[in-house]
């Protein structure tokens, strides 16, 4: 059987963590590399080591001479971070499962530019369940969108950095795209004052940061005399993990070309 070699970004992190426990579980794959920022107090220590089960692999910031083992970098980092990682993909010639969120329209750019040379699996959330989700929306909207008002709720745990979280905007977009609207001409991002009456054809975003809620997600369809909501719940970064570790097993296949779940999950 032939190993498929993983690099994790942001190996201490939560997420990281989650990964590289995935990563050491899976029979098909062996971690490559574990990288962090200059400047983490993890560096040269042993990726496992946090996790209890020493891997021999060793934290490093130096991104071009930890890759050159690796067949595809898995990145749930932040935009900036996530950028200087895909220069050095690009540079190497190595594959990309891209998890974070955040990014400026000019950013995702960039990244869309970087899959002309190198096959890239970008997605605002990796998890199975909610991918299937995204098609559920398309089936309700279909029915619903002329009769129902349309809001999502999403709630995160209190160090998310972004919002509306990046699955809630998806999940914005999926919506409006069926629907025929423009996301950034109907999306209203919270409610405060004297508003109004709601438009019909707006779509309201609430956010939620709390606790360690590891992502809710409920989109929201509102008649008059009866309502429809299709949620999501993760109950563990688990679900994350697998979804990425699909995504690159996906890849494998792929010399170049930018996918997202849709495509790993064979739901277009």
Sequence with gaps: ???????????????GRTLIEAITE?????????????????????????????????????????????????????PAGTLAYLAACRELNIKMVI????????????????????AIVFAPNMSIGVNVLFKLLEVATVALQDDYDIEIIEAHHRHKVDAPSGTALRMGEVIAQVANRQLDQVAIYGRHGQTGERASDTIGFSTIRGGDIVGDHTALFAGIGERIEITHKANSRKTFATGALRAARFLSAHKYGLFDMQDVLGLR
């Design 99 to 118: 998890g974070t969120t955040g990014f400026t329209a000019a950013e995702k750019m960039i990244i869309q530019d970087a899959a002309n040379e190198i």
């Design 1 to 15: 059987m032939t190993l498929l070699n993983i690099a994790v970004a942001g190996s201490t992190g939560r997420m």
């Design 26 to 78: 899976a029979e098909d794959l062996r971690l490559s590399a574990a990288l962090e920022q200059p400047g983490s107090q993890a560096l040269s220590q042993d990726a496992g080591a946090l996790l209890g089960t020493p891997c021999g692999i060793p934290i490093s910031s130096n991104h071009i001479d930890s890759l050159k083992t690796s067949d595809v970098l898995i990145d749930f980092t932040r």
